[in-house]
Nanobody, 116 residues
Framework: QVQLVESGGGLVQPGGSLRLSCATTILPFSECDMSWYRQAPRKERELVAFAATDGVTTNYKDSVRGRFTISRENAKATVYLQMNSLHTEDTAVYLC?????????WGRGTQVTVSS
C-alpha cells in the first residue's frame, strides 16, 4: 500500500523557517509529479508548490514565490518544502500529493503554525 508521510511541521515565529519532508513508498517515484498543498481552518485547500517529474520544472503560489522552495530526491522517494520568511497567513495543514500515471496519492498532512 502506497504511503506518503509528511513531517517537519511545528510552531515557528513570524520570519522563521521550516523544512517539510514528504517520504513516500511510491515506485517509481521519479514518474510522479509532486505537489505541496495547504489547508487553513475554514478555507479551501490550495496548491502551494509543484515539482514535475523532470526535476527542473517548478511552480509556486504567488504569495509564497521567493520564500518557499520545493525540491525532490528521487533516490529517497521524498519531496521537500523549504519555507523561509514565514508569515502568520502561512498557518495551515500542509499536505503532499503525488500525481502518478495511474493514480493520485495524498498524505495526511503536517501542521504548520506561525505565531508570536
Amino acid at each position: 500500500q502506497v504511503q506518503l508521510v509528511e513531517s517537519g511541521g511545528g510552531l515557528v515565529q513570524p520570519g522563521g523557517s521550516l523544512r517539510l519532508s514528504c517520504a513516500t513508498t511510491i515506485l517509481p517515484f521519479s514518474e510522479c509529479d509532486m505537489s505541496w498543498y495547504r489547508q487553513a481552518p475554514r478555507k479551501e485547500r490550495e496548491l502551494v508548490a509543484f515539482a514535475a517529474t523532470d526535476g527542473v520544472t517548478t511552480n509556486y503560489k504567488d504569495s509564497v514565490r521567493g520564500r518557499f522552495t520545493i525540491s525532490r530526491e528521487n533516490a529517497k522517494a521524498t519531496v521537500y518544502l523549504q519555507m523561509n520568511s514565514l508569515h502568520t497567513e502561512d498557518t495551515a495543514v500542509y499536505l503532499c500529493k503525488a500525481t502518478c500515471i495511474h493514480a493520485i496519492y495524498w498524505g495526511r498532512g503536517t501542521q504548520v503554525t506561525v505565531s508570536s
